[in-house]
């Protein structure tokens, strides 16, 4: 059900998450604080896909592994080129070692609503959103 009055009102954000029950738990957070879920999607291929199909979003979530030893890094990589903000969510910090993506914000799984939605809304008060859509 959407929140009218949610913290995350009119921001489109990606979730990336392989894991169907934390998926559908993510997506469900996400909604009722009032944000346009695009996806959940398990994997690499799917979420840039999405991105292409639906537009840049305004911030997204990504689990960092998909499965079958899928990292999701090209995705950031897209997102970083788009502008757009992101964070990981993941179980095992210690594979962000990249230099590259050790500025990016995370949570640690297991991860509580209330922690979702408010990093969910600190990227959205990060997003270039207003300079993507006009330009």
């Not at 079958?68 to 502008?83: H, M």
Request: with cysteine; net charge negative; glycine share 8%.
């Amino acid at each position: 059900m959407l929140n009218a009055a949610g913290p995350l009102v009119g921001h489109r954000i990606l979730l990336v998450e392989d894991e169907y029950l934390i998926a559908m738990e993510m997506e469900r957070w996400l909604r009722d604080a009032g944000a346009e879920v695009i996806g959940p999607v398990p994997s690499v291929e799917q979420a840039l896909d999405l991105i292409e199909d639906e537009g840049a979003p305004d911030a997204a979530i990504l689990d960092v592994n998909l499965g079958d030893g899928e990292r999701v890094f090209p995705v950031a990589d897209r997102l970083d080129g788009l502008g757009v903000p992101y964070l990981f969510a993941t179980g095992d910090m210690r594979i962000l070692k990249d230099a590259k993506y050790e500025r990016c914000p995370r949570l640690e799984k297991p991860i509580l609503s209330l922690e979702l939605v408010a990093a969910a809304e600190k990227l959205v008060g990060t997003s270039r959103r207003g300079e993507r859509r006009s330009a």
